[in-house]
């Protein structure tokens, strides 16, 4: 029983790794040098924020400001995360997004081209 439970809590462990882009991380955390637990590194998108919207050439985009907490998670085989777990600074990503290409708008945007 105890060995299944570990290997759902791997497997679900895993597929957040690799299916969240959220989850994965580019820092490095502390061991926490307890036996029994491991360190989950990650990356919680806390705020996402659009400026005003420009015209290049034709088409119309936004600067789009995405705000990422890295956490450093210690979970042990049981599920358990330890109150060790911290964040560290938060981290704003800033990428230009195409809201309107050739007068129609780019999914997701659902507004009208151009923008008012």
Request: net charge neutral; proline share 9%; charged share 15%.
């Amino acid at each position: 029983m105890y060995k299944a439970l570990l290997i759902r809590v791997l497997l679900v462990a895993a597929a957040v790794a690799l299916l969240s882009p959220s989850a994965r991380a580019d820092h490095s955390c502390d061991a926490l040098g307890e036996p029994g637990w491991s360190t989950v590194p990650s990356h919680e998108i806390v705020n996402v924020a659009d400026g005003a919207p420009y015209q290049a050439g034709g088409d119309w985009f936004v600067e789009r400001t995405t705000t990422v907490l890295p956490l450093c998670n210690y979970i042990n085989a049981s599920g358990n995360y330890s109150l060790r777990s911290y964040s560290l600074s938060p981290e704003d990503k800033t990428e230009r997004v195409a809201i309107c290409r050739g007068g129609a708008a780019v999914a997701p945007y659902a507004g009208p081209c151009p923008p008012k």
